[in-house]
């Protein structure tokens, strides 16, 4: 007798089946799970400079762009790539572009992280996730950390380079829309960890060949 296979199991087979997408509140608050397509399969995101421009993108209102700052804000302190120095930070991200870190309950030693450029707002991946906000993931930008990330410096600013998460997935190189998969969202290879000169390049490395 022949076993049909249920179409069920077998689609769910073939899914990443629950990831965690953000951290909603401060410490140890709630996250987020969703289920979602297959883990290969690219989702709509929008990657916003700052709070103005995402009210003006009239796709999400005044409320949850303020949200999501604050949000993108509270998981910059506990996720952001961190050095011991400025020199090293900057030679992975900008020139002038990295700053001290506030610090966190029980840590006593300083460090430096690269200035949010904006966050990834996950507005697809929302539906029907637990939470009101979607997922949310600070932006960084970065001169360095891939093949064509090189930034020119004229005048004090600093332009070009890529935007990338703080676990080091690659958004592209300018705001707006984008398409990006379902680990852009990922915080598996973030934390707390000291990086040495370079090591943010290497987490990007490692994250773009396993996405």
Known sequence: ???????EKTGASKRSRIVTLSLMGAGAGAIALIELWPSSAEVPADAFQNVESC????????STCERAFAEAARHHTEMAPRYAS????????????CAPLATTAGTTTQSYA????????????????AAALPPVQPLYRSCTASVGDGCTTGSGSVSGGGLYTCSGYRVGTS???ARVQPAAFSTARAGTT?????G????????????
Do not use: H, Q
């Not at 009210?55 to 005044?62: A, F, H, L, T, V």
């Not at 400025?86 to 572009?97: Q, S």
């Not at 000291?194 to 370079?198: D, E, H, K, M």
């Open 55 to 62: 009210i003006n993108s009239g796709r999400y209102d005044k």
């Open 114 to 129: 690269p200035v949010m450029a904006g966050l990834l707002l996950g507005g697809a991946l929302g539906a029907g996730a």
């Open 1 to 7: 007798m022949s076993t049909k296979s249920d179409p």
């Open 200 to 211: 943010f390049g290497a987490r990007a490395s490692a994250m773009s060949a396993a996405s």
């Open 194 to 198: 000291t990086l040495s000169r370079g």
């Open 86 to 97: 400025a020199t090293d930070c900057e030679a992975d991200f900008t020139p002038g572009g």
């Open 175 to 177: 705001y707006g829309t």
